[in-house]
């Protein structure tokens, strides 16, 4: 077994300090040594979104990452999504919509578009299409989740 | 409650990712649980071999000669073995010979590729021609896993005197659920004073079905197993049987080994061995009168059943009767045939043997149409079932029924008559992109078939908590589609509640009747009629009791409810499934009410055909449905068009591709579910027409709207480049370059 | 996730020198986004164990503009590439496959170094790449040395790099405003699709005439390739009698497609041949 490394890195916005393979996905490390089990593990092969994070700002799938690359970054999961007032404006949309189903895909759903959010206030449709088609989902057929993520913009906004 | 859009019960755990998935539970001395496969189609196991390398004294193994009881899931027919034995014979390519179990999951999958089996091969069965033909015999005495024949009036005599005979040939090909959260189980085995006792918890629709196959598996009396549904990440019919499966595995590992053990099919296992939508293939000949009315249809349907009975009995059922489409027809004869194959066996897919029959019938109702120069909307008018019409099993249309008016409201919504004629100019030119319109009008029966619902005689209920608000006890389960909301609500509209008083009980075998599983579209209509007559039950009992006088608060509720619990220690109120007397069925000769009773539907949209790479993007859909009445408009609405969604995927994209009795497209990437980029808005609309089957007069919905896609694509697409042979789904670009080069080659 | 972490090796090289050495030495491959090798890895069918996260190194980084070409670092993400206004500018086929690749996610990780040297015939960047005639810089301990992209890929993954070698840069030349650009890949939907064929050509348009034309090809052939056939047969010719028919049946001498589990040989054939077509019809329109 090759050496483990110690991380240093930020996760939903306080330090964190693990020993772990550096080999190790992020996903495992996420669910398995931190217990951060929201991100979701669709397919292990960057396909399906459900393991989506934020890493330095940027949406990334979890499953894609090795433990290393996570050393001195920022790193925000659907855990550290939902702010102290209560849930992100794109979660509440979700709900109020019925954006989320099943709910599997809707912790990296809700990931993808509070990026999408950030970058973009006031996303056309082609934006959003863009932002959230890396996200797979089986139940909604996408309709009300686009409408909730434009809900969310406009009370955003 | 009911009509009203309820929030979802679970919705706030599920986005802040709290909600607890199978493979989330913490667990203290958690193993792990992996199954090694059979690799050929068929053959006779002679030997297991572990090889080198690995500490395999660590590890739990289980064959089946650990077995305690029956080597047999319970099933329908009781034909599919937990593991092979040696010495037995292998059916499909996926089959579990040995399982294993390791708290390292790194370990473990290096252990798995380890193990090596010694199979001696045997001439195999790969497709339905093979079957058919018996080439060699792997089921029974004719390679039949069902056979069914319904027969109305004397078809034969029509081909000769009719105006016009049309036939046709139809294919369907798998379709893989592709539930995001892959199958995963938990199994915990416990022996005290009184012996061996099993829990289950996992993603599973019908808990009482894993509770039977573990009973049996065991060797156990009912009440020293115990299974709970957790939260599921979708399903769509993939955990209606296999769960069965992995739960016997699970709970052999734990058993053996004295660890919980969880099992969670990675997505590549889950694509492989798990079920899938039976291949189809139908051939129709249909005859006509001068005027175009229907007078005789002849059907033959078959499925590709796979190596065991699983769910095809019945998916052949649900298709073979709905093979007539919505039409009135004095002459039918359908005869419906699952064959055996040595591949893993197919099982229940949303529709469920109905989107196959009924690709076939309405893709040819255009063809009829195009044949006899009639316009598809006129043809099918002339035709549509209506109030007091019998269908193929002679079961009488008694509600009044409007499928023209549901047509002509899907044609408006979509603007079917201006895109038509718009749509015909532009094409004229032979612009690089074509476009077209087509629509395909359908049903879907509510509930089990004929006589399932009877020999289920589900049980619901209603349970006294002790603040003195309500928690509705069936086995039902959330898989996404609302249930916990839509039965909260039923039970809150029957109590004279607000809906924040009714919880929804976890769906544990301990604590819950026996609902029936979830699935045949008939949770809200048959379960929750249940609840909503265990709820009135409850109310009056505390009315009659005088704890409770009307008008009352619902504080005044709670107060009786707690008032109640003081005198009686609990109170629970339960109603039974009974058929209605007019409901009449015979199993044998498939006479009868199929249905308790039916949805109904247009799908209608437009496409466009890019003739420079032959993709197809639906650039409008819209879904007009009577449905009863609809209890929570969002969620109901959510279902349709996740239905359509996945009817979109199956008619144009999703394709299970097959080497050797396996699947071998076993990626997202491979497997081509459909983004958000691929899909148009999809319209949604609900007529309303209450029906006394179900709770306010709601019926079942979650399976309709996988039924119509796939035929209303196909005539948009014939519409567009046609006429071509466009009689198969997927239908691919490289098919449909294929058939278009058909035509060019003349 | 069939991968068998305990044997994997990932060190961190600190600098490029280091990294260079580590190459040379053999102590691993190269790694870099992650978002094929990561695939590879959790499907268990990653053959090497060892690998250098090289992900960091500054010299491989970084957009720069000369008023010749474009020099981007290796690894560039297709996110990067997609918000540098220069590639908008000049490289509208870039942008087109950039956007092509995957999904967001994807393209916040995948490298275009990653996306040359991982070879996979069907990756959406090297055809246009190929077409744009862009060349890389290759590093290694003895030393820098440049080659045309075109002569890069010599067969299924194989190319003409040695393995103390990494492609550093990648130098596109940009071209003059009058060119006319065009990309499409066809995949099996609409994103986060791998390409079952793509075409990309660019071309100037000189007196009426086709000039410098170039064209790369996806997925329809062991590595992404130039379309040398159909480029002889265009080069030169007048917009307004383009050689349509000759120049289809040129490209098939271009491409050995095969039939595999995204799509036929025949498809990839046919559908390559009409995305020609239309990429001269939209050609010829421009010269009018």
């Known amino acids: ?157 | ?746 | 996730m069939r991968g068998f972490l305990p044997a994997m090796e990932l060190q961190r090289p600190a600098s490029l020198s280091e990294a260079l050495q580590m190459l040379a030495a053999h102590t691993g491959r190269p790694f870099a986004g992650g978002t094929d090798l990561m695939v590879v890895y959790n499907a268990g069918k990653l053959r090497e164990t060892r690998f250098l996260d090289i992900a960091r190194l500054p010299e491989l980084q970084g957009i720069r503009e000369t008023p010749e070409y474009l020099d981007l670092g290796a690894l560039c993400t297709f996110t990067e590439l997609l918000a540098h206004p220069a590639i908008h500018r000049h490289f509208p086929n870039l942008v087109k496959s950039a956007k092509a690749t995957g999904a967001l996610a994807i393209q916040n990780r995948g490298t275009l170094g990653g996306n040359i040297a991982n070879a996979s015939p069907a990756a959406d960047t090297p055809p246009c790449l190929l077409a744009y005639g862009a060349e890389l810089e290759l590093v290694s301990p003895r030393g820098t040395r440049v080659v045309p992209y075109e002569s890069f890929h010599q067969g299924y993954k194989v190319m003409d790099l040695a393995a103390d070698e990494l492609v550093a840069r990648i130098r596109v030349p940009k071209y003059s405003d009058t060119s006319v650009h065009y990309f499409r890949k066809v995949g099996t939907r609409q994103a986060q699709a791998i390409a079952k064929l793509s075409l990309a050509l660019v071309a100037q348009v000189a007196d009426g005439c086709i000039a410098n034309l170039r064209i790369g090809l996806g997925a329809v052939a062991p590595a992404p390739v130039r379309a040398r056939h159909a480029e002889g047969v265009l080069q030169g010719q007048p917009l307004a009698d383009l050689p349509m028919v000759a120049a289809l049946e040129a490209l098939l001498a271009d491409m050995s497609p095969i039939d595999d589990i995204r799509s036929t040989a025949h498809y990839r054939s046919t559908v390559t041949r009409n995305l020609l077509g239309q990429a001269l019809r939209t050609l010829s329109a421009t010269g009018n």
């Open chain 2, 1 to 746: 409650m009911i009509g009203q859009s309820a929030i979802r019960k679970e919705g706030r755990a599920k986005v802040l990712g709290a909600t607890q998935y199978t493979a989330d539970v913490p667990v203290e001395g958690l193993w792990r649980g992996a199954t090694v496969r059979s690799d050929v189609p068929r053959g006779i196991l002679r030997g297991i071999h572990f090889g080198e390398g690995i500490p395999w004294s660590e590890f739990t193994v289980v064959t089946a000669a650990d077995i305690p009881g029956k080597n047999r899931v319970a099933s329908i027919v009781a034909d599919q073995p937990f593991l092979v034995g040696i010495g037995e014979e292998v059916m499909h390519p996926e089959q579990p010979v040995v399982l294993l179990a390791h708290p390292d999951r790194y370990l473990l999958e290096a252990a798995r590729k380890a193990v090596r089996l010694e199979i001696e091969p045997l001439p195999s069965v790969l497709d339905m021609d093979a079957s058919l033909r018996q080439d060699e015999l792997i089921y029974g005495k004719d390679n039949l896993l069902k056979e069914i024949r319904i027969a109305k009036g004397d078809p034969a005599p029509m081909w000769e005197t009719a105006a016009f005979v049309v036939e046709g040939d139809y294919r369907t090909g798998a379709q893989e659920q592709l539930y995001l959260e892959t199958q995963a189980i938990l199994a915990f085995a416990d022996t005290d004073e009184n012996g061996l006792r099993i829990t289950i918890q996992g993603s599973l629709q019908c808990p009482y079905y894993v509770h039977g196959a573990i009973a049996g598996l065991f060797d156990l009396p009912a009440d020293h197993v115990r299974v709970t549904a957790l939260e599921m990440g979708g399903a769509f019919g993939g955990k209606e049987d296999y769960p069965s499966l992995i739960a016997g595995h699970a709970a052999l590992l734990a058993w053996k080994s004295g660890h919980p053990v969880r099992i969670v099919y990675d997505r590549e296992e889950d694509m492989a061995a798990t079920t899938k939508r039976h291949p189809s293939r139908t051939h129709i000949k249909s005859a006509f009168d001068a005027n175009g009315h229907l007078l005789a249809l002849d059907v033959d349907f078959q499925l590709d059943g796979g190596a065991y009975a699983t769910m095809s009995p019945v998916v052949l059922s649900r298709g073979t009767l709905h093979a007539a489409g919505v039409y009135r027809c004095p002459h039918v004869a359908i005869h419906g045939r699952a064959l055996a194959t040595n591949t893993p066996p197919p099982g229940a897919f949303r529709g469920f043997g109905a989107p196959q029959s009924l690709f076939a019938i309405e893709r040819h109702m255009d063809i009829c149409a195009q044949r006899m120069g009639m316009d598809p909307v006129e043809l099918r008018r002339r035709n549509f079932l209506c109030l007091g019409d019998s269908m193929a099993t002679g079961q009488v249309i008694r509600e009044d029924l409007d499928l023209a008016g549901l047509m002509d409201r899907a044609l408006v919504e979509l603007d079917y008559d201006a895109k038509r004629k718009r749509f015909q100019t532009e094409n004229a030119a032979s612009p690089e992109v074509c476009r077209g319109v087509g629509f395909a009008v359908f049903m879907h029966g509510c509930g089990f078939t004929g006589s399932g619902e009877a020999k289920l005689a589900s049980v619901a209920g209603l349970e006294a908590l002790p603040d003195g608000r309500v928690s509705v006890l069936a086995a039902s389960t959330e898989m996404g589609q609302g249930k916990h909301t839509v039965f909260a609500q039923v039970a809150a509209e029957a109590l004279g509640l607000p809906i924040e008083f009714v919880e929804v009980a976890p769906s544990d075998t301990s604590r819950v009747p026996n609902s029936g599983p979830t699935v045949a579209s008939r949770s809200t209509m048959v379960v929750g009629k249940l609840i909503q007559d265990a709820a009135v039950a409850f109310r009056q009992g505390l009315l009659q009791q005088g704890l409770l006088h009307e008008p009352f608060t619902p504080e005044a509720f709670q107060a009786a409810v707690r008032a109640m619990l003081a005198r009686s220690g609990s109170y629970k109120t339960y109603a039974q499934y009974h058929t209605p007397p007019q409901q009449k069925w015979d199993d044998t000769s498939y006479q009868g009410d199929a249905y308790p009773t039916f949805t109904w539907a247009c799908y209608a949209t437009h496409v466009a055909v890019d003739t420079v790479t032959w993709e197809v993007a639906v650039e409008d859909f819209v879904a007009v449905q009577e449905v009863g009445r609809v209890i929570n408009p969002t969620l109901a609405k959510g279902q349709i068009q996740g239905g359509v969604a996945q009817g979109i995927g199956f008619g144009l994209w999703e394709e299970v591709r097959m080497q050797n009795g396996r699947m071998v497209n076993t990626q997202l990437t491979n497997y081509a579910i459909p983004t958000l980029a691929d899909l148009p808005e999809i319209r949604v609309v609900f007529l309303e027409n209450p029906h006394p089957a179900g709770p306010g007069g709601a019926k079942g919905l979650g399976e309709l709207p996988m039924n119509g896609p796939a035929p209303a694509l196909l005539n948009a697409v014939d519409f567009a480049v046609g006429p071509l042979r466009l009689d198969e789904v997927p239908m691919t670009p490289e098919r449909l370059l294929d058939r278009a080069e058909e035509v060019a080659r003349g």
């Open chain 1, 1 to 157: 077994m090759a050496e483990r490394i110690t991380l240093t890195f930020t996760l939903n916005g306080k330090p964190q300090t693990l020993a772990v393979h550096p080999m190790t996905r992020l996903l495992d490390m996420l669910r398995e040594d931190l217990g951060l089990t929201g991100t979701k593990e669709g397919c292990g092969e960057g396909e399906c979104g459900a393991c989506a994070v934020l890493l330095d700002g940027r949406v990334v799938n979890s499953c894609l990452i090795p433990a290393l690359q996570v050393e001195g970054c920022d790193l925000v999961t659907i855990e550290g999504l939902a702010m102290a007032s209560g849930l992100h404006p794109v979660q509440a949309a979700l709900l109020a919509h019925n954006g989320a189903q099943c709910g599997f895909c809707s912790p990296g759903m809700a990931i993808s578009a509070a990026d999408l959010l950030r970058r973009c206030p006031n996303p056309n449709h082609g934006q959003v299409k863009d932002a959230l088609s890396g996200n797979l989902c089986r139940c909604t057929g996408y309709t009300k989740i686009v409408e909730a993520v434009q809900a969310a913009a406009r009370s955003e906004a």
